[in-house]
């Protein structure tokens, strides 16, 4: 599952002309199901995106407080595309998305899962599988990606694989540096003075 989450002043979902739904100050959340999600994994990115802190606390401190705790409110819309893929050519493959049957059922289960987690009054979406209209108001703008199933890292330590015992690396580690020295005589004046 991947979603994209916005940080809004307002959004709204409009759908053959007719308002379906809005929010005010709160997130703004574009949901797409994969191939290996499941009911576990919407539950755990609905408990994600409802604790992200995306907001400064009331004595200014950066990214201290989620929508919950601001009390904002949360529009969800279902959105397949975030799964597409332009590796091979210029049009776009959504091999990794979920057949809308099985992607309904667990769109459905994440909104509700959400809905459950916060407060249901304040927990909006759109029509699933329908040509929607978003408006939104960015706040900031903030916005931010949070995918269940990220690629998986590759060996930066430039250690062989053999050397690790599941996550532990088993050994000693030694690195040496050349750090240039600079005598007064070859620094600038201007840091001299």
């Known amino acids: ?72 409110e949360v529009l969800c819309v279902s959105q397949f595309t975030l799964l597409a893929s332009v590796k091979k050519g210029n049009r776009p493959d959504f091999h990794k998305s979920a057949l809308p049957k099985e992607a309904r059922e667990l769109y459905d289960s994440f909104i509700g899962c959400v809905r459950t987690l916060y407060q249901a009054e304040r927990v909006k979406d759109g029509i699933f599988g329908a040509m929607m209209d978003v408006a939104l108001v960015n706040d900031g703008p903030v916005t931010i990606e949070i995918d269940s199933n990220p690629p998986p890292m590759e060996n930066v330590s430039g250690l062989p694989e053999s050397e690790f015992e599941g996550e532990f690396f088993k050994g000693h580690l030694s690195k040496t540096f050349d750090v240039p020295v600079r005598t007064a005589y070859e620094l600038p004046a201007s840091l001299l003075e």
Not at 2 to 25: E, F, L, M, P, Y
Not at 26 to 39: M, R, S, Y
């Open 1 to 72: 599952m991947k979603t994209i989450i916005q940080r809004v002043k307002s959004a709204s979902v409009t759908v053959d002309g007719q308002s379906v739904s809005s929010i005010s100050r709160g997130l703004l959340i574009f949901a797409a199901i994969g191939k290996e999600d499941t009911p576990k994994t919407c539950e755990s990115m609905a408990s994600k995106v409802l604790k992200v802190k995306l907001w400064d606390s009331e004595d200014g401190k950066k990214w201290k407080r989620s929508v919950q705790d601001i009390e904002g």
